[in-house]
């Protein structure tokens, strides 16, 4: 099972959107509306920021969306805080009943 | 809320193996799945294995089938990840997660393996 694609970093000043896309396959991402973000502060275990596409837990922000095309989910960040510079995974159940971890993307906030 | 408190830092000789526990607090330890991540150092994430306490059934990456045993003991509410015959490469943190409906909402602190001679 091969890491879902991610692009390595992305940027924006305060108060600006950015987006951060997953690619996978049929046989994950886009077969199931079981995908998952997670946010890392160097040194931090992740924390779950949208699960299930587009759901957030209790006590995350709502400038934080996810959505998905295709084989393609993106998680979008509005109103970029400095606080949000971490480092973001997507996950993705698969048709092998395991799940995949996309590649990791920075998020720098200039 | 579930909390999830992991073993202390390990340091390995190649090819020996390691045991790495998950303590889980809060919740009911029977109504979740455990899953394993690692993290080799400046890497990304790494799903490894789970398992499902209340049935005792167990399952891996592909790349981790062999060498990878995750266990779990109900009466104590702890998950094991126990990973044999280890190189280098196996250098990372490992994290246990709490896993319900295909999301992880808790983790471990984390346990760094050191492989070296």
């Known amino acids: 099972q091969s890491a879902l694609t991610q692009p390595p970093s992305v940027s924006g000043s305060p108060g600006q959107s950015v987006t951060i896309s997953c690619t996978g396959t049929?046989?994950?991402?886009?077969?199931?509306?079981?995908v998952s973000w997670y946010q890392q502060p160097p040194g931090t275990a992740p924390k779950l920021m949208i699960y299930?596409?587009?759901n957030r837990p209790s006590g995350v922000p709502d400038r934080f969306s996810g959505s998905k095309s295709g084989n393609t989910a993106s998680l979008t960040i509005s109103g970029l805080q400095a606080e949000d510079e971490a480092d973001y995974y997507c996950?993705?159940?698969?048709?092998?009943?395991?799940?995949?971890f996309g590649t990791g993307t920075k998020v720098t906030v200039l | 809320q579930v909390q999830l408190v992991q073993s202390g830092a390990e340091v390995k000789k190649p090819g020996s193996s390691v045991k790495v526990s998950c303590k889980a607090s809060?919740?009911?330890?029977?109504?979740?799945?455990i899953s394993w991540v690692r993290q080799a150092p400046g890497q990304g994430l790494e799903w490894m294995g789970r398992?499902?306490?209340?049935?005792?059934?167990?399952n891996y990456a592909q790349k981790f089938q062999g060498r990878v045993t995750i266990t779990a003991d109900k009466s104590t509410s702890t998950a094991y990840m126990e990973l044999s015959s280890l190189r280098s490469e196996d250098t990372a943190v490992y994290y246990c997660?709490?896993?319900?409906?295909?999301?992880?909402?808790?983790w471990g602190q984390g346990t760094l393996v050191t492989v070296s001679s």
């Open positions: 049929s046989s994950d991402v886009g077969s199931y509306n079981r």
């Open positions: 809060g919740g009911t330890f029977s109504s979740y799945a």
């Open positions: 299930e596409v587009s």
């Open positions: 398992i499902i306490p209340i049935l005792g059934i167990a």
């Open positions: 997660a709490s896993e319900r409906g295909h999301h992880y909402d808790y």
């Open positions: 996950s993705s159940y698969t048709s092998s009943s395991t799940y995949v």
